[in-house]
Nanobody, 122 residues
Framework: VQLQASGGGLVQAGGSLRLSCAAS????????IGWFRQAPGKEREFVAA????????YYVDSVKGRFTISINNAKNTVYLQMNSLKPEDTAVYYC????????????????WGQGTLVTVSS
C-alpha cells in the first residue's frame, strides 16, 4: 500500500489544520494507521494511531484534547484534525501502517508515507 500524506502548512498558534493520509494499492483492512512527527534535531515521535475499524484510538499525552484521529474506510483515508496548535507542534508529520493492532513506537510500523510539514508560528 502506498501512503500519501497531505494538509500541512503554516498556521499561527491557536489555529487548526487537518492532515490526510490516503492509501492506494490496497485497502486499510487489517491495518492499523499511525501518525508520527519529527521536529528538527529530534527523534521521530508517536502522535496518534487508529485501528482500521476506527474503534480504537491512541494519542500521545501532549496532543490529547487537541488532536483527533479518524478514518474514512470508503475513501481509504485517515485524518488528523489538529486544533489549538502550538509552536512545539511544528514538525514533519508522517503516516504509517502496520498489520492489525495500533502501536505507539515507530519501529513497529513497516510502511511509511512521505511527510508533510506543519509549521506553527508564535
Amino acid at each position: 500500500v502506498q501512503l500519501q500524506a497531505s494538509g500541512g502548512g503554516l498556521v499561527q498558534a491557536g489555529g487548526s489544520l487537518r492532515l490526510s493520509c490516503a492509501a492506494s494499492g490496497q485497502t486499510f483492512i487489517t491495518y492499523a494507521i499511525g501518525w508520527f512527527r519529527q521536529a528538527p534535531g529530534k527523534e521521530r515521535e508517536f502522535v496518534a494511531a487508529i485501528s482500521w475499524s476506527g474503534g480504537s484510538t491512541y494519542y500521545v499525552d501532549s496532543v490529547k484534547g487537541r488532536f483527533t484521529i479518524s478514518i474514512n474506510n470508503a475513501k481509504n483515508t485517515v485524518y488528523l484534525q489538529m486544533n489549538s496548535l502550538k509552536p512545539e507542534d511544528t514538525a514533519v508529520y508522517y503516516c504509517a501502517t502496520r498489520n492489525f493492532t495500533p502501536r505507539t513506537t515507530a519501529n513497529e510500523y513497516d510502511n511509511w508515507g512521505q511527510g508533510t510539514l506543519v509549521t506553527v508560528s508564535s
